[in-house]
């Protein structure tokens, strides 16, 4: 079961992101602030949701969330100043849209960059515990993942429909086969390396 809130007195605004691990697209975080007595029986870990739920999920916490946004951070951003602040940009980026006023953020994982002088924990696999870091989950998900299947049309053949840009093994094999599109992370090592055994002598 999550947990409603961290502390009952304070506002707090859960943070998540997805898409760090993919080799196309960009990365896209969420900012979500719960009221207090928000429940749902099917709201978890976006990873654990199945993906009707997820579409339910994200009407429901956008209906009943007292604000929201989600934020996303380029391929080519992300490429120059790497995936893991581009990441936290992207939080940073969504709290600016947030215009309620807060007092605390919950944010998924053990690092962050801190964001104006606003008070933060760091929560390892928070999404499966706090239902503001679950709701981030959800809404930046299921965003991501609608924009990665738009994206499959205009780039068919790497499966992004299904994959939404993950290293599957069937991604891996259509780059090798069809070669980089201009969505894919040039920083990111796209095809395993080979191993020359016939050179090492």
Aim: proline residues 5%; aromatic residues 8%.
């Amino acid at each position: 079961m999550l947990a409603p809130y961290f502390d009952k007195e304070k506002v707090e605004v859960g943070l998540d992101e997805v898409g760090r691990g993919c080799l196309a697209g960009p990365v896209v975080a969420a900012a979500v602030i719960l009221p207090k007595d928000f429940k749902s029986d099917i709201l978890d870990d976006s990873k654990k949701v199945t993906r009707s739920n997820r579409d339910l999920l994200r009407l429901e916490i956008q209906e009943k969330a007292l604000a929201y946004h989600v934020a996303e951070v380029s391929h080519t951003e992300i490429d120059k100043i790497n995936i893991l602040n581009a990441s936290f940009l992207a939080m940073h980026l969504a709290l600016d849209q947030i215009k309620i006023p807060y007092d605390l953020l919950l944010v998924d994982g053990n690092r962050f960059n801190p964001y104006k002088d606003i008070p933060f924990e760091c929560i390892i696999k928070g999404d499966g515990k706090y239902a503001s870091i679950a709701a981030a989950s959800i809404l930046a998900k299921t965003y991501r993942d609608e924009l990665m299947e738009e994206m499959a049309k205009t780039y068919p053949g790497y499966g992004w429909e299904t994959n939404v840009g993950y290293p599957t093994k069937a991604h891996r094999e259509a780059i090798r086969a069809l070669g980089e599109t201009p969505l894919h992370r040039k920083s990111f090592k796209l095809l395993p390396e080979q191993l020359e055994l016939k050179f090492t002598k």
